[in-house]
């Protein structure tokens, strides 16, 4: 199923939700050049917005706020992703020129910036303390996450336990938020808030997880980046990470080269690829991305029946999906 008709119960309200990002990044002017608005224009998923929208509905939310909220979660996904495109000293973002690229590092810095006072101040105005300290919560944990992921670049010894600490921080807190917003906005004591939020933790563990695998068997069409940029920039992923723990003396003394000197490239990068999946390490990371994505359909059984419920249960079997 593609995603768009997964989005089918919310697909109006997302529409809103795309006019109100260009609006936000609009009133940035002209000092980066409409750098920040071309990545907002070039997409992406949207995932979370439309998390946020779906477990609204799942809770019987019908509003404004929504919007608005769903808003503002995206635009915290798009300040950490001009951010980490600095870091990463990235040239490009979902095929169009990274802002870092087109306006440079100083006047990125500072549009990464004044995306998150804007997602501030939209929560401000909502007017929910607990959806505000949520927000922040979960903006905290996603720093938290990089920051651990740097102090693990290009060490071959990273561990799997502190792997899935690094991703339930840089990318599974937003989604758990987009989901707890959601749920919050019918009322905070509805019996769904924990729920929803347990669930988009999981998805976004299985996101990741499945995201680094197609950074080793993906198309680069369509996930948006070179293959193996991973190992060539020293990012451990779970592929890997397993592999190692399996493979015999020879191949772990080759794969932790590669890895820690980031240097393997065409035939060498094709040989490091065949290694992982000769050890099983593809294998394992989707059967772990499936256990998650199963914790999400298991946490939907206490959501009422709906249509915004069978999508986000439709969501958790995409999100594993892309592989196939």
Known sequence: MKLDDIYGPVRDD??????????????LGEADSGA???????GGKRLRP??????????????????????????????????????DDASSRRGVPSVNCSAGNALSVLMGDYVYSKVM??????????????????TGRMVQGELLQIGCLKDATTSEEKYLAIIA??????????????????????????????????????????????????????????????IREGRLTLPFIRAMSVADSKDRKRM???????????????????????YRGIEYS??????????????????????SRDSLALLADYVVGRIC
């Open 169 to 230: 921080g840089k990318t599974a807190a937003l989604l758990s938020c987009a989901c707890r917003v959601g749920a919050m906005l019918r009322e905070p004591g509805n019996g769904q808030v924990e729920v929803l939020s347990e669930y988009g933790s999981n998805f976004g563990m299985a996101f990741q997880i499945t995201d680094d695998v197609l950074d080793l068997t993906g198309e680069e069409e369509r996930t948006g980046k070179a293959l193996g940029s991973d």
């Open 50 to 87: 439309a998390l946020l929208l779906m477990a609204a509905k799942a809770c019987s939310y019908s509003g404004e706020r929504s919007i608005s909220l769903a808003t503002a979660v995206e635009l915290v996904h798009t300040a950490s992703l001009i951010h980490d495109d600095i870091i």
């Open 14 to 27: 997302l529409r809103l939700v795309e006019s109100r990002l260009l609006e936000e990044t609009a009133s």
């Open 286 to 307: 989707l059967d772990k991305a499936k256990e998650y994505s199963r914790a999400c359909r298991e946490k939907l059984e206490a959501v009422d029946e709906s249509e």
């Open 36 to 42: 920040t608005a071309q990545v907002v224009n070039a």
């Open 256 to 278: 932790g080269e590669a890895f820690t000197n980031g240097g393997a490239e065409g035939a060498e990068l094709c040989r490091i690829r065949e290694m992982v999946e000769h």
């Open 121 to 138: 101040a939209i929560v401000v105005e909502d007017g929910d303390v607990e959806i505000l300290r949520c927000v922040a919560r979960a």
